[in-house]
């Protein structure tokens, strides 16, 4: 049904922490290898050693520079689904294919009933679905739908693929509908943000600016340093101090 | 947008042949057409078969066809849907509409009624259509208030051209289908002028800043998470040179509107069957010109997420 | 210590609280069935060696994650180790020994039986063995079984081994153990948990990788400051709180100037200097003497210090003493300065003040001021002190472990350029003058280190002598002329001129000479070069061009001039079809291996560890792991250790040797689980179940410390015994940093002709320059070289982190993320040069010139260009289409860096490397970039023949779909 459900109280999602990714691309692959053999495998790679390589991922690195006034950043930025609360992906589905989770906000796709007229990637701004020429039906993110459930992993290893992997924790994983979780707190703390706010998707996901020229920069109170200035210059100090 | 033929030519054909439908379907009730078999079967005919043959390639833009069916179920939520729900119940009043012109003769009562409905459904769907275009927020150039509008006028436009052509070509053409023929040319044209216009000026307030959530300054690509092109490139990043757009805007103007409505007005002085040959020709160089409008339509509409890429 | 299990478990990395599946309908199927089995073992998609935990699915590699338990990775992968499926299924793999029929270089071989392939190879070393066992080359690439293949190459008497550490980053190995026993590298690490203000040169990727992804992690956690310090503003950089965009080869001036800030401010730690290192220690002043600048010593050869208080000469290990750090003084009629004198005289010359070196480093003075303002903040404002009591050496209890929390850490930006040694050396001389090395918050030792500095044993290979084993190891370290490698006339006695006047410290030897010197028989010809894991005729070679040049070139006769090559790798390279004869090796899970404590093993800062490989599929194709081919060529050749008394082979395989070899008694490959009933740990009895002892545990060993053993382990008592009972260190001796290096200072005195072992008098000059006790800067050779205006622009090199030391253009999803490299400009450069973004460029350097495109970037210091490294490859290989964007658009810079020194004025030309170490200088490359014409753009040159490919190679394939497999099976079930 690719009527939205009415708002329920769970949203899960990941928060991406642009301060803190080196964009190592280990989410990329981690995800890639879950997937291509979970909920929507495979995830077709066509001219895999070819001039021509294309293949399906849910979740893809780029690289940005950021240049303000304060100076400038190279950003790396990780893009997969937001799964959005208002996502058009959904509504624009013909099939019913495309859908939002009442109970957890998760947006999947129902391979069965796609009919791949990519309607839904026209749909999503954020270029988070990828279409599967070879088996013609579109796929994308499922946030790790038969991980974080999945009672044949261990209890800890219930979590996306990518947040699994992540090596420098800039992502994070859970129930961004309660204020009260850690990913809601860590999104208040650090001044997390919508991407693409004024189209109105509502995305789920958050992503935690760059600290650098901002105040929660890290610095050092540090005061200029002063040449020793008594007698003997330095030498003199070490002998002073060594005596004292 | 990648300009796929198989939608390019989507939209103009069943756009033509919902025009031409409920042109006749007005004209007909209205006593402005005879009740004759040819007309009627070339007429109803040609429209039924633009839309046929625009729903069929449609469905090659389709990665699995043989579930096209599918597609009718989420009327309540998809613009998509609801174009081919109403598609096929078009066909409905269209087909009583054609039977009764075509093998009754007839145009008045229920066939009349049937052409009002095939009318109404042919201007609902295309409705759908355009608002399968207009309600997609990532492209700025169809999120518009043109597009709607644009889908009617064109239709209205190309289904008029049609008529025009039909009547003339079986002689019958009068001067109200073929001046509001050129009328609408002309509101088409105008409408397009306009709706370029609105595209060249768009202030967009999504940018690679929001896209990413880096605010102030530039936020300029370094580097793709891939090489070569990948499915979102090829479907969403097409690009076009702004020298080659200019020249194709001004071939559409030439095709689709400007070489129309001169051959319409000489239409107005020559007799049948010179009368004929130029409303047919004004209707082939018309569509072949709404075929590149469509193409344009397409690649000149830039989605939200090139600008990951930095397009 | 280790918290809750794996790295990523803050509480918004963990599980929801309810993890049941909700009701929601829909028919998905939340709780897969993901593995049959999962077999916990050592990960070689790079050099980090992080545990993995291999899912097989109905016999197949379902997927790999990261071992939480592991203490390299704690349960994190990285990019290549998530795509470790794809190189294992690599339609590249090799399949067959393969014996070479065409010419050399064509790749066209024939398939062989391994039994062939081993008798070819037995007949031609047993004859070198008996006549000159020296002319076997024994060179192995990315190779973590050195402790084997060394050991190899000892019995069998050539003193020609080494693997590729004199190309990797010997500098960072060697400038470490020279001055602090231990090395940045990955044995040592930033004390993440405690640290408050992190330093980072010149590192990418790098070792290690994952730890340091995981460190940077805590530190952005808490807020901690990172420095980077790196041309270019990439991965690690890019979140740096402060980028520092330096000129390459400029970092020594750099952090000579804030040394100088430092001293000249008061801001060094005394107590720490007087207690750890050599600053106290009397030099002797005197010039012309042959014993001028080398240490004072006592009746019994004790270093000598001047006691301030008793105004008297002291030992200088004396714990009680008050020794003095200035002034100089005359004991016994020699006149002599503490070490620490030499250093305040040297680095408060205004010459390495901030305003002077500002310019040539491309940083601000101020900005110099204002690091240095910072370094001395955290060093001394904000002390830690771990309330935990400990003993030092000396028998003094110290009730707190008391921290300076900065941190560093440096590598191969550092490492690759000719002055790398000494700028190496001044990184830890800075961290040393703060008192920060080996203390909470500052850099880490990790276990077997800290060793003396330099360690112990001595490079062997003075007497090669038919059937004889050498007397040790190939490789160690030299503390003087008379450790040399060298014959009377000063000619190396090894094929790479290691511990040669040419590098006398290449502690790594230099894999990066021996194709050239093979070629030249220089000094003397070879008869065998057998490599692994190593692409020579490629990315791992300077000189590409001519490197494949003489590899396939002949002499008058029409004999190639090195008249056999034996090749292993599991994958066709571009280094395969220079081989006569190649021994494919098995991919990294079909194999044993151990990352073992007598080699690079996996511990970290609070405790040693070690790991193992197990096989955890079956090879599919006729292939056999490289350690159990040299093991079983070692028993066919009769080589000492590897036959019984009755010439039977010792060991069966790999596996066999890890359990039961000895290398002195009681200490093997591996250190766990040790002793008949596994009971011991470093030093025990063959264990037979040792191997599954590992398994059980998931593929490693680690011991964790006690609390007082985790810090200053150059000096803690209790740390120092553990270290002896594990064999790490002979005595339980304290670690002295050697601030003031007299190893060095001896070369000095010898090109000062003093000595038994003098270098020829063309050398003497160089030795005396560059063999400096203390760590000074010079301008990188190439640079001094060429003409600048010519070559007006530094070129680096860099793996992207999703390839980084692994072979990834093979692979089909790494190779999706990168299959073109860009020749990445300064948009201010660019714009200079009138050139635009996507423009093709020609990138000449005085060594020839390659073709590229560029992508203008903000993030790079406005004097360099740089590009991904090893993306461009050789049409035909591996396993990539003849369309591939590698081997059209994709360049290598490796064919325009020099692989020896523009000559000198006497015509010398010497290797491209560190003067010191041999280190290969990869990032001395000067170049200019000139737009090509139009016709031609779009495509890279130089191009090189197809490589034909190898018998029963199938096409790779047009599609893949792996993973289908499982989703079929999982429905076929339902």
């Known amino acids: 049904m690719t009527c939205l459900p009415s708002p329920g109280g769970k949203k899960l999602g990941l928060v991406v922490d642009l301060d803190t990714c080196v964009g190592c691309q280990a989410c990329v692959t981690a995800c890639k290898e879950w997937n291509t053999g979970g909920h929507m495998a495979p995830l077709t790679d066509i001219d895999p050693y070819g001039g021509h390589v294309d293949g399906v991922w849910f979740n893809r690195v780029h690289s940005y520079e950021h240049i303000t006034e304060m100076g400038g950043r190279t950003v790396n930025f990780p893009r997969s689904c937001l799964h959005c609360e208002t996502p058009a992906c959904v509504t624009v589905c013909p099939t019913g294919a495309s859908y939002k989770r009442a109970s957890d906000g998760i947006v999947l796709i129902d391979e069965d009933k796609c009919i791949g007229c990519k309607l839904c990637s026209w749909a999503c701004p954020y270029g988070a679905r990828e279409f599967d020429t070879d088996v013609g039906v579109m796929k994308k993110c499922t946030l790790c739908v038969d991980r974080i459930y999945n009672d044949n992993l261990a209890e800890g290893d219930r979590v996306p693929a990518c947040v699994a992997a992540c090596p420098t924790s800039a992502r994070h994983f859970g129930d961004l509908g309660d204020p009260q979780s850690a990913v809601s707190q860590l999104v208040a703390d650090r001044g997390g943000v919508d991407l693409m706010p004024e189209l109105g998707y509502r995305p789920t996901n958050k992503y935690l600016p760059p600290r650098a020229h901002t105040q929660r920069a890290a610095s050092v109170p540090a005061k200029a340093l002063e040449p020793v200035r008594a007698e003997g210059a330095f030498l003199g100090w070490v002998d002073r101090m060594l005596s004292s | 947008m990648h300009p796929a033929f198989s939608v390019v030519f989507f939209t103009t054909a069943t756009g033509a042949g919902y025009g031409l439908l409920a042109m006749l379907g007005v004209l007909g009730p209205l006593g402005l057409i005879a009740p004759d078999f040819w007309p009627g079967f070339v007429g109803i005919g040609l429209a039924l078969g633009l839309i046929a043959a625009g729903l069929l390639s449609s469905t090659r833009h389709l990665g699995r066809p043989e579930r096209a069916w599918r597609a009718f179920s989420q009327w309540r939520s998809s613009w998509l849907s609801r174009e081919g729900v109403l598609s096929v119940i078009t066909f409905i009043p269209a087909g009583l509409f054609g039977l009764g012109w075509v093998f009754l003769g007839r145009l008045d009562g229920w066939v009349a009624a049937a052409g009002v409905l095939a009318t109404f459904g042919a201007f609902v769907t295309v409705c759908m259509t355009g608002m399968i275009y207009a309600s997609l ?39 109200v289908p073929l001046a509001a023929s050129v009328l609408l040319t002309l509101l088409g044209w105008g409408w397009k002028l306009a709706t370029w216009r609105h595209n060249d000026q768009l202030e967009i307030a999504t940018n690679a800043n929001t896209a990413t959530g880096l605010s102030g300054g530039t936020v300029r690509s370094l580097e793709w998470p891939h090489t070569e092109e990948n499915y979102l490139l090829k479907e969403m990043g097409f690009r076009i040179a702004r020298k080659h757009s200019a020249k194709l805007r001004r071939i559409t103007q030439a095709l689709a509107f400007a070489l129309p409505i001169l051959l319409l007005t000489a239409t107005f002085a020559l007799p049948w069957p010179f009368a004929a040959v130029s409303s047919g020709l004004a209707a082939i160089v018309q569509f072949t010109g709404m075929l590149v409008e469509r193409w344009l339509f397409f690649a000149e509409a830039k989605h939200t997420v090139t600008l990951y890429y930095g397009r | 210590m280790q918290g809750p299990r794996g790295a990523n478990s803050a509480p918004s990395q963990r599980q929801l609280a309810d993890t049941r599946a909700p009701d929601e309908g829909d028919g998905v199927d939340t709780s897969p069935d993901v593995s049959d089995s999962i077999a916990k073992t050592t990960c070689y998609m790079c050099a980090c060696r992080c545990g993995i935990d291999v899912h097989i699915k109905d016999g197949k590699i379902r997927y790999i994650n990261g071992n939480k338990d592991h203490p390299v990775n704690r349960g994190v992968i990285c990019g290549k180790g998530s795509s470790g499926i794809m190189q294992h299924y690599s339609p590249a793999r090799l399949k067959k020994p393969l014996l070479r029929t065409g010419p050399r270089g064509s790749g066209e071989f024939r398939e062989i039986e391994w039994e062939e392939a081993f008798s070819i190879a037995t007949e031609r070393l047993s004859h070198i063995r008996r006549t000159d066992p020296k002319k076997l080359a024994f060179f192995t690439g990315r190779d973590q079984s050195q402790s084997l293949t060394g050991w190899w190459a000892s019995q069998f008497g050539t003193p020609n081994f080494a693997a590729h550490g004199g190309f990797c980053s010997v500098n960072m190995a060697a400038g470490g153990l020279y001055s602090i026993g231990g090395s940045f590298w990955e044995f040592g690490e930033p004390d993440w948990d405690n640290t408050k203000y992190f330093m980072l040169f010149g590192v990418a990727e790098d070792h290690d990788s994952n730890p340091i992804k995981i460190g940077l992690g805590k530190l952005k956690a808490r807020g901690a400051k990172v420095v980077s310090i790196n041309p270019c503003r990439t991965g690690y950089n890019a979140i740096a709180d402060d980028w520092i965009g330096i000129r390459p080869g400029t970092d020594g001036l750099f952090v000579f100037a804030l040394i100088h800030e430092l001293l000249k401010a008061g801001r060094v730690d005394l107590d720490y200097l007087l207690r750890y290192t050599n600053a106290h220690v009397l030099v002797i002043q005197d010039p012309g003497a042959a014993d001028d600048g080398l240490f004072l010593r006592d009746g019994d050869s004790a270093l000598v210090a001047w006691d301030r208080v008793a105004k008297t000469s002291v030992n200088a290990t004396d714990p009680d003493a008050k020794p003095a750090l200035t002034g100089s003084f005359t004991v016994d009629g020699r006149r002599c300065v503490p070490v620490f004198r030499l250093i305040a005289d040297r680095y408060l010359d205004e010459s390495y003040a901030p305003d002077a070196v500002a310019g040539r480093c491309g940083i601000a003075a101020d900005t ?11 060093a001394f404002e904000e002390v830690i002190e771990l309330p935990v009591a400990w003993t030092d050496w000396a028998g003094r209890r110290h009730e707190t472990i008391k921290g300076r929390p900065v941190s560093m850490h440096a590598m191969r930006g550092i490492s690759a350029h000719s002055n790398g040694f000494h700028t190496c050396r001044a990184i830890h001389l800075l ?23 330099p360690p112990g044993p001595k490079p062997c290979g003075k007497d090669v002598r038919p059937m004889t084993p050498l007397d040790g190891m190939p490789l160690g370290f030299v503390c003087g002329p008379d450790d040399l490698l060298v014959d ?80 292993s790798d599991a994958y066709y390279s571009e280094t395969v079809p220079f081989a006569d004869l190649v021994l494919p090796d098995t991919t990294y899970l079909e194999r044993h291996d151990c990352i073992s404590l007598l080699d690079r093993p996996i511990s970290h800062a609070d405790g040693p560890g070690d790991a193992i490989r197990h096989p955890v599929v079956e090879p599919d194709r006729d292939v056999r792991p490289f350690q159990s081919v040299m093991i079983e060529l070692g028993a066919r050749l009769g080589l000492p250790g590897f036959v019984n008394d009755d010439g039977s082979a010792k060991y069966s395989d790999y596996a066999d040797y890890i359990v039961n070899h000895e290398r002195t008694p009681g200490i093997g490959p591996l250190a766990g689980w040790r002793g008949k009933e596994g009971t011991s740990i470093g030093k025990g009895e063959p264990n037979p179940d040792q191997l599954q002892r590992y398994i059980d545990n998931g593929g490693f060993w680690h011991h964790d410390f006690t609390d007082d053993q985790r810090y200053y382990k150059m000096a803690n008592r209790s740390y120092l015994d553990f270290a002896v009972q594990l064999g790490f260190i002979p005595k339980a001796e304290p670690v002295v940093f050697q601030l003031y290096s007299e190893p060095m200072q001896r070369f000095r005195l010898a090109a000062r002709g003093h000595g038994r072992v003098v270098p020829p008098e063309g ?14 800067w010079y301008m990188p050779f190439e640079e001094q070289a060429v003409d600048l205006e010519k070559y007006p622009l530094h070129a680096l090199t860099q793996r992207p982190m999703h390839m980084y030391h692994s072979w990834g253009s093979q692979n089909a999803w790494l190779r999706q993320i990168t299959s073109q490299n860009r020749l990445f400009v300064h948009h201010r450069t660019a714009a200079g040069l009138g050139l635009v973004d996507d423009d093709w460029v020609w990138i000449e350097s005085i060594n020839g010139k390659v073709k590229g495109q560029i992508k203008l970037v903000d993030g790079v210091n406005e004097s360099t260009v740089w590009t991904w490294n090893a993306i461009g490859k050789r049409r035909g290989s591996w396993g990539l289409k003849d369309n591939a964007a590698e081997s059209n658009r994709g360049f290598l810079l490796n064919h325009i860096i020099g692989d020896q020194t523009s000559a000198d004025a006497s015509g010398r030309r010497y290797s491209n490397s560190d ?16 737009k090509c014409a139009d016709e031609e753009a779009g495509f890279t040159e130089p191009q090189f023949e197809r490589f034909r490919q190898p018998p029963h190679f199938e096409p790779s394939p047009d599609k893949l779909t792996f993973g289908a497999e499982f989703r079929r099976a999982r429905e076929a079930a339902e």
Not at chain 3, 763 to 776: A, G, Q
């Open chain 2, 137 to 175: 927020k990532p492209i700025a150039q169809w999120h518009s208030p043109y597009t709607l509008p644009g889908y009617l006028i064109f239709s209205a436009m190309s289904g008029c051209v049609l008529v025009n052509a039909l009547l003339q070509g079986f002689a019958v053409g009068s001067t």
């Open chain 3, 368 to 378: 110099i001021r204002r690091i240095a303002a910072e370094l001395a903040h955290v």
């Open chain 3, 431 to 453: 961290q040393v003058l703060l008192g920060t090395v080996d203390v909470p918050g500052g850099f880490r030792f990790k276990p077997p280190y800290p060793r003396s500095a």
């Open chain 3, 488 to 567: 009377e006339a000063g000619t190396p006695l090894r094929i790479d001129k290691a511990y040669s006047w040419d590098s006398p410290l290449a502690a790594h030897g230099l894999m990066h000479t021996v194709i050239r010197n093979a070629w030249a028989g220089d000094p003397y010809p070879i008869d065998t070069l057998l490599m692994y894991m190593s692409n020579m005729a490629w990315n791992s070679s300077m000189n590409t061009v001519e490197t494949m040049a003489m590899l396939t070139d002949r002499d008058e006769a029409g004999n190639y001039r090195i008249p056999f090559i034996i090749y």
């Open chain 3, 763 to 776: 050398e003497r000059r160089r030795i005396e320059t560059y063999m400096d006790p203390l760590p000074f």
């Open chain 3, 915 to 930: 003067p010191v170490t041999g280190q290969a200088a990869w990032f001395d490359l000067r170049v200019r970039i000139v």
